[in-house]
């Protein structure tokens, strides 16, 4: 299949995304208009429509929530009809703040950095190393934690969460099979090096736009 054919494809299978319904679609490009809110489920942020729009947030107190990146807890918000209802931010997959997508992962929300068919984040993550020795130097159950910073892929067209490494990369370009011969095509070595991981990357994206609903 050719790139355009590819590309062609690529919009009527975003198209099919809305449904039985009218819609328009626009690609992505840096600093486009996406609604703030919360998103309860990965299928909200791809259809551009948060499951909790800012203005509807309330805290404890009955207050508007001008920033979610610094809300903590629960919130509460009003739906046009029912009941008051509660939100968990613990249990959320993420939110936009000011065209900025923040995703629930590691030691809290981090924003993606590389937006794109497959896009690029850094989390924090806590990890907890055993040692039996620890406890004779005051350190309860002989253990130790250390935060480390790690790099992940986010496919989007499955929503699912991939190491930045020759593994997750070989997964996501199954979705196109000559970007993916190619990729086998170095050596083993080189397809964990990091500036390998990005080309494949910016290549994938250039094929493969990431579309929103327009609303």
């Known amino acids: 299949m050719s790139f355009r054919s590819m590309r062609n494809l690529m919009t009527v299978l975003v198209w099919s995304m809305c449904g039985l319904s009218f819609c328009q679609t626009s690609e992505y490009f840096g600093g486009m208009d996406l609604h703030d809110g919360i998103y309860l489920r990965f299928s909200d942020f791809k259809y551009n ?8 947030l309330r805290d404890a107190q009955g207050l508007t929530v001008p920033d979610i990146r610094q809300a903590r807890g ?8 029912g009941e008051q ?14 065209d900025v997508v923040y995703i629930a992962g590691g030691n809290g929300f ?14 924090e993550q806590t990890y907890r190393d055993w040692n039996p020795y620890m406890s004779s ?3 309860p159950y002989g253990s130790t934690t250390r935060t480390v910073l790690v790099q992940q892929l986010l ?8 190491p930045f ?10 979705h196109d099979p000559v970007l993916l ?15 390998a991981l990005f080309r494949f990357m910016r290549l994938y994206n250039d094929r493969h736009p990431l579309f929103f609903p327009a609303h």
């Open 85 to 98: 209802r509660t939100v968990d931010l613990q249990r959320i997959w993420g939110f936009c703040q000011n």
């Open 110 to 123: 981090f924003r993606i950095g590389l937006m794109g068919s497959i896009s690029h984040m850094v989390v």
């Open 74 to 81: 629960k919130l509460q918000w009003q739906p046009d009809s």
């Open 165 to 174: 490494n020759a593994s997750g990369m070989d997964q996501v370009l199954q």
């Open 49 to 56: 429509t948060p499951s909790v729009p800012l203005e509807q």
């Open 155 to 162: 496919d989007m067209e499955t929503g699912n969460y991939l």
């Open 181 to 195: 011969e190619e990729f086998r095509a170095l050596p083993k070595k080189g397809r964990n090096r990091d500036e």
């Open 137 to 139: 130097y005051g350190q």
